[in-house]
C-alpha cells in the first residue's frame, strides 16, 4: 500500500479550527483541542441564546409601551387588555416602536381604546 501524507489536509484543518477562536482567551485561541472544545461550547451558547433573545425583547417592548400608558394614568396590563378586547391587532413590538418614535400616533391609539 502506498504512503499518504497529510500535511496540508491537517494543516488546513487546524487552521480553520484556529481561525474560529481568534480573540478567545488562554489557551482556547491556540490550542487546537481547547479550540474545538470552545467551539461546540460557544455553538451551543448562540443557539440557546437566539432564543432567549426573543424574550428579552419583548421585556424591553412591554418596559417602553409601560412607560408611554403611565404617562397618561393607564397601567400596561390594562391598555394590553383593552386591546384585545377592541380587536386591535397590533403587536407588542409596532406599539413600543410608536410609543418610542412615533408618540402622536401611539396617543392616538391610546384614545382609541380608552
Known amino acids: 500500500?502506498?504512503?499518504?501524507?497529510?500535511?496540508?489536509?491537517?494543516?488546513?484543518?487546524?487552521?480553520n479550527?484556529?481561525?474560529?477562536?481568534?480573540g478567545y482567551r488562554h489557551g482556547r485561541g491556540?490550542?487546537?483541542?481547547q479550540a474545538r472544545d470552545a467551539i461546540k461550547h460557544a455553538g451551543a451558547y448562540a443557539f440557546a441564546h437566539r432564543r432567549d433573545k426573543k424574550g428579552d425583547m419583548r421585556g424591553l417592548f412591554q418596559v417602553?409601551?409601560?412607560?408611554?400608558?403611565?404617562?397618561t394614568g393607564l397601567s400596561y396590563s390594562k391598555f394590553i387588555g383593552s386591546l384585545?378586547?377592541?380587536?386591535?391587532?397590533?403587536?407588542?413590538?409596532?406599539?413600543?416602536?410608536?410609543?418610542?418614535?412615533?408618540?402622536?400616533?401611539?396617543?392616538?391609539v391610546l384614545k382609541s381604546v380608552a
Not at 479550527?17 to 481568534?22: N, P, Q, R
Not at 491556540?30 to 483541542?33: N, R
Open 1 to 15: 500500500m502506498s504512503r499518504v501524507k497529510r500535511g496540508v489536509i491537517k494543516q488546513k484543518r487546524r487552521r
Open 17 to 22: 479550527t484556529l481561525a474560529k477562536v481568534k
Open 30 to 33: 491556540a490550542k487546537e483541542a
Open 64 to 71: 417602553k409601551i409601560g412607560a408611554s400608558t403611565t404617562s
Open 84 to 108: 384585545k378586547k377592541k380587536g386591535i391587532a397590533l403587536d407588542r413590538k409596532i406599539l413600543a416602536d410608536l410609543a418610542e418614535n412615533i408618540p402622536e400616533t401611539f396617543e392616538r
